[in-house]
């Protein structure tokens, strides 16, 4: 089955600075791989992002990395606020016959220090 | 307005009572999800169906019974509740079983006393 490692578990940085979320993936036929922000007493909501047929996607101050060949993609916030403040998840999708699931990584805690 | 909407948003029970959620997206999606995220944040993908049919049934005790009476709802029952199974429970719906992104509602949180 489809493994996803999801590091750190928790991150905190200051105000301005830059958060990076790392995942790796196990299973080489996966190819589709979002991001969710999740706030407190929320569903997680999609952020971005990004499909294997491409290595590097970019929405304002978010941006998100593809490796395929290593199996690891990574989130990347730049110039942080503190309403970016969240659990961060990411997740990969199996393609298979009739049948997708997306699985999730453990989640990331981040905290923004004003 | 809301794309996915889930009721109750608390759920407070005793062990061996019967439950359900409902769930309802009004996004126009074929495909429906049952994930449950458990007290360290661990999101896990329960059931999920297209087009009311049932195609993904992840190992959960038959306790647990989703019902998709159309496209647009699908609820959730379950039977002779444990401690065990308090949890958020989240709906989402997606347009379709391929790559497309998952939309949530708020989540149930379920409480078994």
């Known amino acids: 089955g489809e493994n996803v490692e999801q590091h750190p578990s928790t991150l905190s940085v200051q105000e301005g600075d830059s958060a990076v979320i790392k995942c790796t993936y196990s299973d080489s036929a996966s190819n589709y791989f979002p991001w969710y922000k999740q706030e407190l007493g929320k569903g997680p909501q999609l952020i971005i992002d990004?499909?294997?047929?491409?290595g590097e996607k970019k929405d304002q101050r978010i941006a998100v990395t593809l490796n395929k060949t290593a199996k690891h993609f990574s989130l990347h916030i730049t110039e942080t606020q503190p309403e970016d403040s969240a659990v961060y998840f990411c997740a990969a999708s199996i393609r298979d016959t009739g049948r997708r699931a997306l699985t999730f990584g453990s989640g990331t805690r981040l905290q923004v220090q004003p | 307005d809301t794309a996915v909407s889930q009721t109750p948003k608390y759920l407070v029970t005793q062990m061996g009572n019967d439950k359900s959620i409902k769930c309802e997206q009004n996004?126009?999606?074929?495909?429906m999800y049952w994930y449950k995220q458990d007290s360290k944040k661990f999101l896990k993908i329960m059931f999920s169906y297209n087009n009311k049919e049932l195609i993904i049934n992840e190992t959960v005790p038959n306790r647990f019974s989703p019902k998709s009476p159309d496209k647009a709802h699908l609820n959730l029952h379950i039977n002779s509740l444990e401690l065990g199974d308090s949890a958020v429970y989240f709906c989402a719906s997606s347009p379709s079983t391929r790559d497309s992104p998952l939309h949530f509602g708020n989540g149930t949180r379920l409480t078994v006393t």
């Open positions: 996004l126009g999606h074929d495909t």
């Open positions: 990004i499909r294997s047929n491409v």
